[in-house]
Nanobody
Framework: VQLQASGGGLVQPGGSLRLACAASGFNFNDVAIGWFRQAPGKEREGVSCIKSGGYAYYVRPVKGRFTTSRDNGKSTVYLQMNSLKPEDTGIYYC???????????????????WGQGTQVTVSS
């Protein structure tokens, strides 16, 4: 199982970024994928999760600003981040989730495999 996040960078407050999570080594179409982030000095937290069928869940701080989608043909999940705030700064990770049923909870304990992270910095 391999998951690789990309697309991070430095952006000004109010700006946008789109992260991508490329997957391989498993049946991507049948697996929920979660996004997590870890800010400096803080614990890792869930951000969003998209079920195998495409329904997505979000934590409250990002709801309405972030959108996650998946392209099963490309085995890739995207996280579109708009209206970015300094508190969105952190390393963003994608991960496979053990089952669709766990997706709404967006928890570390339900992660099957972690991908490498990508740094997002929101600063003026």
């Amino acid at each position: 199982v391999q998951l690789q996040a990309s697309g991070g960078g430095l952006v000004q407050p109010g700006g946008s970024l789109r992260l991508a999570c490329a997957a391989s080594g498993f049946n991507f179409n049948d697996v929920a994928i979660g996004w997590f982030r870890q800010a400096p000095g803080k614990e890792r937290e869930g951000v969003s999760c998209i079920k195998s069928g495409g329904y997505a869940y979000y934590v409250r701080p990002v709801k309405g600003r972030f959108t996650t989608s998946r392209d099963n043909g490309k085995s890739t999940v995207y996280l579109q981040m708009n209206s970015l705030k300094p508190e969105d700064t952190g390393i963003y990770y994608c991960a496979s989730i053990d089952s669709d049923a766990m997706c709404p909870f967006i928890r570390d304990v339900d992660v099957g495999s972690w991908g490498q992270g990508t740094q997002v910095t929101v600063s003026s």
